[in-house]
T-cell receptor
Framework: IAGITQAPTSQILAAGRRMTLRCTQD?????MYWYRQDLGLGLRLIHY???????GKGEVPDGYSVSRANTDDFPLTLASAVPSQTSVYFC?????????????FGPGTRLTVL | GQNIDQPTEMTATEGAIVQINCTYQ??????LFWYQQHAGEAPTFLSY??LDGLEEKGRFSSFLSRSKGYSYLLLKELQMKDSASYLC??????????WGAGTKLIIKP
């Protein structure tokens, strides 16, 4: 693979169910991010990680958790999904948190919670 | 508070020039990014400004005025493939990006 991949591409989920969105990058980037994108709103940061083993909260972390066991993988877990978590979720990575490092985005996961 | 404003939608003609404006109020400033996002796809990087002035990259240029909290993206010689949303994002003091809602650009032949 080249770049950043996400799985699944789309998912319909019953409210109350647990769901993990997967994200893998092969660029050896230190920093990784999870965003949600909703119509009429900008991308909103859920959680981030600036290096393997560390994570941080973004703008909208409630109801979500992440882990960063290694450099390549950054899964996002919804412990008990609610309809307001219906959104398109993008994973991104960059060489570092700062500077002019651009963020590279995965193709996104479209999640519908009923 | 944090706020990034962009026009919701703009229309332009193929071959013409269009300027997409972005104004921001954020907690500190560590650079401004422009991204392009085609419908149903992921955002892709276009430009980065951290100092005042104009950065030119082919048909696309980006301008920044930190004192005015203002940036614009200039697209020249518009092509149909430029139909997309253009996202403005500011990196704050904590290095997190705050994103505008995006400007949908419609190109007409």
């Amino acid at each position: 693979i080249a770049g950043i991949t996400q799985a699944p591409t789309s998912q319909i989920l019953a409210a109350g169910r647990r769901m993990t969105l997967r994200c893998t990058q092969d660029m050896r980037h230190n920093a990784m991010y999870w965003y949600r994108q909703d119509l009429g709103l900008g991308l909103r940061l859920i959680h981030y990680s600036n290096t393997a083993g560390t994570t941080g909260k973004g703008e909208v972390p409630d109801g979500y958790s992440v882990s960063r066991a290694n450099t390549d993988d950054f899964p996002l877990t919804l412990a008990s999904a609610v309809p307001s978590q219906t959104s398109v979720y993008f994973c991104a990575s960059s060489d570092s948190l700062g500077g002019n490092d651009e963020q590279f985005f995965g193709p996104g996961t479209r999640l519908t919670v009923l | 508070g944090q706020n990034i404003d962009q026009p919701t939608e703009m229309t332009a003609t193929e071959g013409a020039i269009v300027q997409i404006n972005c104004t921001y109020q954020t907690s500190g400033f560590n650079g401004l990014f422009w991204y392009q996002q085609h419908a149903g796809e992921a955002p892709t990087f276009l430009s980065y400004n951290v100092l005042d002035g104009l950065e030119e990259k082919g048909r696309f240029s980006s301008f920044l005025s930190r004192s005015k909290g203002y940036s614009y993206l200039l697209l020249k010689e518009l092509q149909m493939k430029d139909s997309a949303s253009y996202l403005c994002a500011v990196r704050e003091e904590n290095y997190q990006l705050i994103w505008g809602a995006g400007t949908k650009l419609i190109i007409k032949p």
